[in-house]
C-alpha cells in the first residue's frame, strides 16, 4: 500500500515537473521572439538615421556647391565691372594725358587716378574674399551643427533601446527563476506532506487491525 501511495505521488510529482518545464520553455521562447524583434526594431531605427544623416549631408554639400558657384558669378562680374571701369579711366586719364601733356598738372592727375583705382581694386578683391569666406565658413559650420545633432539623437535613441532590452530581459529572467524555485520548492514540501499523511493512515489502519477496540474492553 506504501508502494502504490509512493508511485502515484511519484507520478504526480512527474507530472508537476513536466508541467513547469513547459512553462519554462514556452517562457523562453516568448522572451526570445521579443528580443529579436525589438533588435529588428533598433536595427530599423539605425538604418533610417544611417539614411537621414546621408540625406542631410548631401543636401548641405549641394548647397555648399550652389553657394560657392554663385559667390564665383558674382566675383567674376564685380572684377569684370572693375576691368570696364579700369579700362575707361585708363582711357580718359590716356585722352587727358595726350591733350595736356605740358602741363605738370596732368601728372598729378594721373598720379591721383591710379592710387584711386589701386585702391578700388584692393578693395572689390579684399570685399569678395571676405564675402567668400564667410558664407563657405557659414555653411560648414551649419553643415557640422546638423550632423552632430544627427549622430548625437541616433547614439542617445540607440543607448536608450538598448537598456530597455536589457532591463526587459533581466526581469523576465528573475522572474523565471524565481517561479521555477518557488514550484520545486512547493513541490517537495507537497511529496513529503503526502508521503507523510500516507505513512500515517497505513500506521493507524495497522494499529487498528492489531489492536481492535473491543480488546480493550474489561470484564
Known sequence: ???????????????VV?????????VVVV???????????VLVVVVVAIAVVVVVVVVVVVVEVVVVVVVAI??????VEVVVVVAVVVVVVVVVAVVVVVEVVVVVVVVEVAVVIVVVVVVVVVVGVVVVVVV??????????????????????DVVVVL?????????????VVVVV???????YTSRLYLFIQATRS??????????????VTC
Open 203 to 216: 500506521s493507524l489502519a495497522l494499529w487498528t487491525v492489531s489492536y481492535p477496540p473491543s480488546s480493550f
Open 136 to 157: 563657405v565658413g557659414g555653411v560648414v559650420v551649419v553643415e557640422v551643427v546638423l550632423i552632430g545633432i544627427v549622430v548625437v539623437e541616433v547614439v542617445v535613441v
Open 74 to 79: 558674382v566675383t567674376v562680374v564685380v572684377v
Open 18 to 26: 513536466a508541467v513547469v518545464v513547459v512553462v519554462v520553455v514556452v
Open 182 to 188: 518557488v514550484v520545486v520548492v512547493m513541490y517537495g
Open 31 to 41: 522572451v526570445v521572439v521579443v528580443v529579436a524583434v525589438v533588435v529588428v526594431v
Open 1 to 15: 500500500m506504501l508502494d502504490r501511495s509512493e508511485a502515484s505521488s511519484r507520478q504526480r510529482g512527474w507530472g
Open 164 to 176: 530597455v532590452v536589457v532591463v526587459v530581459v533581466l526581469v523576465v529572467v528573475v522572474v523565471v
